[in-house]
């Protein structure tokens, strides 16, 4: 499970994800509701939006109903849940780029805030899936990361409370960026959908300042 992440510097964009950065402004780090960029398909090529951060923007849950978290989707059950699904199906995939993300490690008996990124130091791009709200000026986008189970994962299994389920998000590797967002049924999306590989990952810790 991931809420928080940090965005790569805007001029990376072009040369990491072969598209020019959105317009407008984002913060560093995202957390919920927080607008960050993301990658969708564009004809045959491809395009950045900035998106709100958790598929179900707090704006639009109707008053009365419990507040609930959508930044993460799980992969296993993301085309029955009924935040998910119809993005799902109609295989609104994108690429939601990160020089890390963030998860609580519990070793030392309290959490820790460690900072997962890739080995090489380079940005990288997770797998998520957006959808279109109405919103004041106009449409407006939202969007969420996918997860799976990683209680045996060598490094994710780290990661969370004690006894919690291990989960991680699904990274999609460079060269695989057209096809993941070009996928033509969920069958072929889900090819993508794999853990990351423990030696293609670093971690260390990040307190907050």
């Not at 317009?23 to 969708?40: H, L, N, S, T």
């Not at 419990?66 to 295989?91: C, Y």
């Not at 940005?123 to 899936?129: E, R, S």
Request: net charge neutral; hydrophobic share 35%; aromatic share 12%.
């Amino acid at each position: 499970m991931c809420t928080n992440y940090r965005v790569p510097d805007r001029q990376l964009f072009s040369d990491m994800y072969g598209v020019t950065a959105p317009g407008g402004e984002w913060r560093d780090e995202v957390y919920k509701d927080y607008f960050a960029p993301i990658i969708r398909r564009d004809g045959e090529g491809r395009r950045s939006d900035l998106a709100s951060f958790g598929m179900v923007p707090r704006e639009k849950i109707p008053q009365g109903v419990k507040v609930f978290d959508t930044m993460n989707a799980r992969a296993e059950t993301v085309g029955e849940k009924r935040s998910f699904s119809g993005a799902w199906k109609k295989q609104q995939l994108c690429l939601i780029p990160a020089q890390v993300f963030y998860e609580p490690d519990y070793e030392t008996g309290k959490a820790v805030r460690w900072a997962i990124g890739m080995a090489s130091g380079e940005p990288f791009a997770i797998a998520g899936i957006w959808r279109e709200w109405e919103g004041d000026g106009g449409p407006r986008l939202s969007f969420t990361m996918l997860t799976l189970n990683a209680d045996h994962h060598p490094l994710m299994k780290r990661f969370h409370k004690p006894g919690s389920e291990k989960r991680s998000v699904v990274i999609v590797l460079p060269d695989e960026y057209d096809d993941w967002l070009g996928s033509r049924s969920t069958d072929e999306a889900r090819s993508f959908i794999v853990l990351p590989g423990s030696e293609s990952l670093f971690c260390a810790p990040a307190p907050k300042a």
